[in-house]
């Protein structure tokens, strides 16, 4: 069963090490003492509540349905404009998202740099990399 130092679930779910502590020791993520004797935070339970915390974090507005799932919302960053196209970045947490739409896009959203934004991502091949993953 994976396990997640104190640390490493801070970065992962983008808090302080301190919240994580205080969110182990009031029961919202199962720990346990590994080998060395520090806390380690049970990896399930650790995915549990990442999906927690992220769940309606895009909603889609207007009660508009859609079948993207992968949202990022954000601030856009830079907007670089030819005559007919425009790529607009955004920065979405710690994700640097990069689009190229076309102008009339980018006016019709009044898109500028300071302006919040939602990327969603729909994509036929998603490639997934397991750091030290199995061989």
Do not use: C
């Not at 970065?11 to 029961?27: F, I, K």
């Not at 006016?107 to 919040?116: C, P, Q, R």
């Amino acid at each position: 069963m994976p396990s997640y130092s104190i640390g490493q679930a801070a970065e992962l779910l983008a808090v302080s090490p301190e919240t994580v502590r205080r969110w182990a020791d009031g029961g919202h993520l199962a720990m346990d003492r590994g080998g060395s004797g520090h806390r380690m935070i049970d990896g399930v339970s650790l995915a549990g509540l990442a999906a927690e915390r992220a769940a309606g974090l895009h909603p889609v507005p207007g009660g508009v349905t859609t079948s993207v799932r992968n949202s990022f919302a954000g601030i856009v960053t830079a907007v670089t404009v030819d005559d007919i196209m425009a790529q607009v970045e955004i920065q979405s947490g710690p994700h640097r998202l990069v689009s190229l739409i076309s102008r009339e896009s980018v006016e019709e959203l009044g898109l500028e740099v300071g302006v919040l934004a939602t990327a969603r991502v729909k994509s036929t091949d998603v490639h997934i990399d397991r750091p030290g993953g199995r061989g």
